[in-house]
């Protein structure tokens, strides 16, 4: 019986192994291996001086409807290119109009974004990539300057890549040594494919911008990014410049977060995100979420809002997105609803960013001592509209006014009420602390806290939401005013848009505010 257990266990053992195929020995593209010669006369950007790039789809194709239509036949954008007649990831004349467009949006590189799955090599993220190559040398023949080459790794293939030899899916594990070097075996591929000359770079070494974390199956944090590095250097004779977005574990040379066109700008201290609006409405299966464009006004505000900072105390990189994801709605490219409008916004506020400028607009709270919410009369602190994870309603309550927490449909647990800070007041207390007073009724919840958006990296990404403790509600039903103090404050909206939320939890989860004030001290 013994010895038919182990016979089984291995032959099922066997089984599940034998489905994982090999990683391809050989990269697909003529640049490989490479050696620090082969960089010598690369041009590249500083770390600190302004720049901007934008993440380039390349995955369209008119020929055979891919991410054009449906499979039921219906539209799979929101919004669309200006002309279709030439639109495909195969014909290096469509990449030439697009880069032609970027130049003329004052961007200063392109990420393609990139579903390399290694060894499918077939696949219209490496089929894409010799044609783009080919529109820029050609670009680069006629005497201008295309922009710079980096990668976008979409980590969404660590989870759908379909890369076991029955055509199921390999769930990267990045704490195995087979994990890793399937991670970084997607990126070498793509590097390969395109001249060291092209590459968008950070003081010499090629950018990288990851994706979200959730796709890998494990995290290694002390090996995961290190790996990387190691076998580029050794691989192409220069380390990479590794973007993570917040989620990724582990040293990067910077940090960012996806979601500008939904919230921008988000910024971190090497990168702000941000975009022109949010609609998915072309996408099936997806629950409405739609951020409207309100005729380019989004973008202004998101862009002078990014240009208000002191030059020296803003990121440096700005990652606009996107160049033409259509499926989403975020595009600035040249197209059918908004011709060059956003092409041409971008180029004003790209030249603004070049150059450090800084705007500055008239608020009665730059010197303010304090900012105030109430519902009646808010004076520099503005209740976010009620939406989200953070619902909420106006009641009167003792002959004033005061709002409550509602259902959240995204938590059984917790309610959210999100407040947003004047921006000329957050800009004289960046990492500074202020003292916040909420003014509540002390019933429903049985607790609240506060989270904020903190220059210190504690809490969940990186600090966007630093948690600064919690008051108990007794359930005397008189108004009670808390006190919390908020160290290191950043106040950028990285907060789900915004700078700060209240956090309510237990009992009923009902918590009603009249007064939230935040004074410095």
Same mark, same amino acid.
């Given at each position: 019986?013994?010895?038919?257990?182990?016979?089984?266990?291995?032959?099922?053992?066997?089984?599940?192994?034998?489905?994982?195929?090999?990683?391809?020995?050989?990269?697909?593209?003529?640049?490989?291996?490479?050696?620090?010669?082969?960089?010598?006369?690369?041009?590249?950007?500083?770390?600190?001086?302004?720049?901007?790039?934008?993440?380039?789809?390349?995955?369209?194709?008119?020929?055979?409807?891919?991410?054009?239509?449906?499979?039921?036949?219906?539209?799979?954008?929101?919004?669309?290119?200006?002309?279709?007649?030439?639109?495909?990831?195969?014909?290096?004349?469509?990449?030439?109009?697009?880069?032609?467009?970027?130049?003329?949006?004052?961007? +200063?590189? $392109?990420?393609?974004?990139?579903?390399? /799955?290694? @060894?499918?090599?077939?696949?219209?993220?490496? !089929?894409? %990539?010799? #044609?783009?190559?080919?529109?820029?040398?050609?670009?680069?023949?006629?005497?201008?300057?295309?922009?710079?080459?980096?990668?976008?790794?979409?980590?969404?293939?660590?989870?759908?890549?379909?890369?076991?030899?029955?055509?199921?899916?390999?769930?990267?594990?990045?704490?195995?040594?087979?994990?890793?070097?399937?991670?970084?075996?997607?990126?070498?591929?793509?590097?390969?494919?395109?001249?060291?000359?092209?590459?968008?770079?950070?003081?010499?070494?090629?950018?990288?911008?990851?994706?979200?974390?959730?796709?890998?199956?494990?995290?290694?944090?002390?090996?995961?990014?290190?790996?990387?590095?190691?076998?580029?250097?050794?691989?192409?004779?220069?380390?990479?410049?590794?973007?993570?977005?917040?989620?990724?574990?582990?040293?990067? +040379?910077? $940090?960012?977060?996806?979601?500008?066109? /939904?919230? @921008?700008?988000?910024?971190?201290?090497?990168? !702000?995100? %941000?975009? #022109?609006?949010?609609?998915?409405?072309?996408?099936?299966?997806?629950?409405?979420?739609?951020?409207?464009?309100?005729?380019?006004?989004?973008?202004?505000?998101?862009?002078?809002?990014?240009?208000?900072?002191?030059?020296?105390?803003?990121?440096?990189?700005?990652?606009?997105?996107?160049?033409?994801?259509?499926?989403?709605?975020?595009?600035?490219?040249?197209?059918?609803?908004?011709?060059?409008?956003?092409?041409?916004?971008?180029?004003?506020?790209?030249?603004?960013?070049?150059?450090?400028?800084?705007?500055?607009?008239?608020?009665?709270?730059?010197?303010?001592?304090?900012?105030?919410?109430?519902?009646?009369?808010?004076?520099?602190?503005?209740?976010?509209?009620?939406?989200?994870?953070?619902?909420?309603?106006?009641?009167?309550? +003792?002959?004033?006014?005061?709002?409550?927490?509602?259902?959240?449909?995204?938590?059984?647990?917790?309610?959210?009420?999100?407040?947003?800070?004047?921006?000329?007041?957050?800009?004289?207390?960046?990492?500074?602390?202020?003292?916040?007073?909420?003014?509540?009724?002390?019933?429903?919840?049985?607790?609240?806290?506060?989270?904020?958006?903190?220059?210190?990296?504690?809490?969940?990404?990186?600090?966007?939401?630093?948690?600064?403790?919690?008051?108990?509600?007794?359930?005397?039903?008189?108004?009670?005013?808390?006190?919390?103090?908020?160290?290191?404050?950043?106040?950028?909206?990285?907060?789900?848009?915004?700078?700060?939320?209240?956090?309510?939890?237990?009992?009923?989860?009902?918590?009603?505010?009249?007064?939230?004030?935040?004074?410095?001290?």
């Amino acid at each position: 019986m013994h010895t038919v257990t182990v016979a089984l266990l291995s032959m099922l053992c066997w089984g599940a192994v034998g489905q994982v195929r090999e990683l391809p020995a050989d990269a697909p593209g003529a640049f490989f291996p490479l050696r620090a010669r082969d960089h010598r006369d690369a041009g590249s950007f500083q770390r600190g001086r302004p720049v901007v790039g934008t993440t380039y789809f390349y995955w369209y194709d008119i020929d055979s409807n891919a991410h054009i239509f449906d499979g039921d036949g219906s539209d799979a954008m929101t919004t669309h290119p200006a002309d279709m007649t030439d639109l495909s990831y195969k014909r290096a004349s469509w990449h030439q109009s697009q880069l032609l467009d970027v130049m003329d949006a004052g961007i +200063d590189f $392109v990420m393609p974004v990139y579903w390399g /799955v290694p @060894g499918d090599y077939d696949g219209w993220s490496f !089929a894409g %990539l010799p #044609p783009l190559v080919e529109a820029h040398s050609e670009l680069e023949k006629a005497g201008l300057n295309p922009p710079a080459i980096g990668l976008f790794y979409d980590t969404s293939i660590l989870q759908w890549n379909r890369f076991n030899a029955d055509g199921s899916s390999y769930h990267v594990d990045l704490t195995t040594d087979f994990g890793k070097r399937w991670f970084y075996t997607a990126i070498r591929d793509f590097f390969s494919l395109i001249p060291p000359a092209k590459w968008a770079r950070v003081d010499g070494k090629p950018i990288i911008f990851f994706y979200e974390a959730a796709f890998a199956a494990k995290q290694d944090p002390e090996r995961q990014f290190a790996f990387v590095k190691e076998r580029f250097a050794a691989d192409f004779g220069v380390e990479p410049f590794l973007v993570k977005s917040a989620g990724w574990q582990g040293q990067a +040379d910077a $940090v960012y977060s996806w979601g500008g066109a /939904v919230n @921008g700008p988000i910024l971190f201290e090497d990168v !702000a995100a %941000l975009g #022109p609006g949010y609609d998915h409405s072309a996408v099936p299966g997806r629950q409405p979420l739609i951020v409207e464009r309100c005729d380019g006004q989004t973008y202004i505000e998101r862009w002078t809002k990014l240009l208000q900072l002191p030059p020296g105390q803003r990121p440096w990189m700005v990652h606009v997105e996107t160049w033409n994801e259509w499926h989403e709605g975020t595009d600035v490219a040249r197209s059918r609803e908004y011709g060059r409008g956003y092409i041409v916004l971008t180029k004003l506020f790209a030249d603004m960013w070049h150059t450090d400028t800084q705007l500055r607009f008239g608020s009665p709270y730059t010197d303010a001592e304090r900012i105030v919410w109430e519902a009646e009369a808010p004076k520099g602190l503005t209740l976010r509209p009620s939406g989200g994870d953070g619902n909420w309603q106006i009641i009167e309550h +003792d002959g004033s006014e005061a709002v409550v927490t509602l259902p959240n449909p995204h938590s059984q647990t917790t309610r959210y009420l999100y407040f947003d800070v004047d921006d000329a007041f957050a800009f004289g207390v960046r990492g500074k602390s202020v003292a916040l007073a909420v003014t509540h009724r002390d019933a429903g919840c049985t607790s609240f806290g506060v989270d904020y958006d903190s220059t210190v990296s504690e809490g969940p990404l990186e600090g966007s939401f630093r948690p600064a403790g919690s008051v108990a509600v007794a359930g005397s039903g008189q108004w009670k005013t808390a006190h919390f103090a908020l160290p290191e404050c950043r106040f950028a909206g990285r907060c789900n848009g915004v700078d700060l939320r209240l956090v309510a939890t237990g009992g009923n989860m009902e918590l009603a505010v009249r007064r939230v004030e935040i004074a410095k001290p």
